[in-house]
């Protein structure tokens, strides 16, 4: 079998070195982390993962907020050829239960955030767990596991549309076709310029490879039909986001934003994953002065098993 994860880990690396003092994310809180600090979050977590017995085809289940942590615990588990589970945090508890117990994970990952809410589910009771407050962080050289192309990276359940829950199994070599793809369309004419907006952690990733800086919507994403639009365009505006790579839902709460604050530093609208309304497309191509795309997700195009 082929090494499938050259080309995408490459990319991560060499942005890492070459991007060191530009601005890698900016979290909910406004936060700041440099490619620099990124680096040393990421590598700092891989060892910490090593330590607890994460290795090659170890199977962690990751309740993480969308945060810097989350983004810096997916490149170390990455890194170290694992498989990361996620369970879609809309899901029903007892379907939860299950898929755990069907799974059997042998690390769980939990913010502070999150770990308030494991303790209801009793799967997770006798679980090896790491509870993160603050991830560790060091300056070890990036390190990169051999993995196959078939070798699983990151495995996805949500609730699915028949409310059957649905597990996507992407292969390493899947991960690094993803990000391809994802490169053609994220990487611009002057990518100092790109600041990218997204609740999509696959596209986050992307971004980090390419060198763009990646900004963490400012809302709770299990309540994106409860965000202020004037809220959100502001802070949009004011971080001059250049390009919206978001769900359906959250470019919905967006463009009533835009309708009464205008445009700002917006060039470019991505949007896919779920249902896209007649409505939804007639208000963006409204602007034209934007470019927008739909894309699917990946859930919808690849095979699925139940």
Same mark, same amino acid.
């Given at each position: ?7 995408? &880990? ?8 070459? !991007?060191?003092?530009?601005? =890698? ?7 700041? #982390?440099?490619?620099?600090? &990124?680096?040393?979050? /990421? ?9 607890? @017995? ?31 589970? &996620? %369970?879609? +945090? ?14 059997? +994970? ?5 913010n502070k955030k999150a770990s308030k809410y494991s ?44 409310? $059957? +829950?649905?597990? =996507?199994?992407?292969? #390493? ?16 004419? $002057?990518?100092?310029? !790109?600041?990218?907006?997204? !609740? ?24 994106? !039909?409860? =965000?202020? *639009?004037?809220? %959100?365009?502001?802070? /949009? ?10 769900? +359906? *839902? ?9 309708? *009464? ?18 409505? %939804?497309?007639?208000?963006?191509? @409204? ?6 795309? *739909?894309? #699917? ?10």
């Amino acid at each position: 079998m082929i090494k499938a994860h050259h080309t995408a &880990f490459d990319d991560i690396v060499h942005s890492l070195d070459s !991007n060191r003092d530009k601005i =890698a994310l900016i979290d909910k809180e406004g936060v700041e #982390y440099t490619y620099s600090e &990124f680096k040393q979050m /990421i590598t700092g977590t891989r060892a910490h993962l090593e330590s607890l @017995g994460v290795k090659k085809g170890s199977k962690v289940l990751v309740f993480i907020t969308m945060s810097a942590e989350l983004y810096a615990v997916l490149e170390a588990l990455f890194s170290l050829g694992a498989v990361t589970i &996620f %369970l879609d +945090p809309w899901m029903k508890g007892r379907k939860m239960e299950g898929i755990i117990r069907d799974v059997k +994970p042998d690390l769980l990952l939990l913010n502070k955030k999150a770990s308030k809410y494991s303790w209801l589910l009793v799967s997770t009771w006798s679980l090896k767990k790491w509870k993160i407050k603050s991830l560790p962080r060091n300056n070890d050289e990036w390190k990169i596991e051999e993995v196959k192309s078939d070798d699983s990276a990151l495995t996805t359940f949500t609730s699915g549309s028949t409310g $059957n +829950p649905k597990g =996507a199994n992407r292969t #390493y070599a899947f991960i690094d076709a993803q990000a391809k793809a994802l490169k053609a369309k994220l990487i611009g004419k $002057n990518s100092d310029q !790109n600041v990218d907006y997204t !609740n999509l952690p696959i596209v986050a990733l992307a971004g980090f490879a390419i060198g763009n800086t990646v900004v963490i919507p400012k809302i709770n994403l299990m309540k994106v !039909n409860k =965000a202020n *639009s004037k809220e %959100l365009i502001e802070h /949009i505006h004011g971080l001059k986001v250049s390009r919206l790579v978001v769900s +359906p *839902s959250l470019l919905k709460e967006i463009l009533k934003g835009i309708k *009464s604050h205008g445009i700002g530093s917006i060039n470019h609208i991505v949007t896919g994953g779920a249902p896209i309304s007649s409505k %939804l497309i007639n208000e963006c191509m @409204g602007h034209s002065e934007i470019l927008f795309e *739909s894309m #699917y997700g990946s859930t919808e195009v690849e095979p699925i098993s139940g």
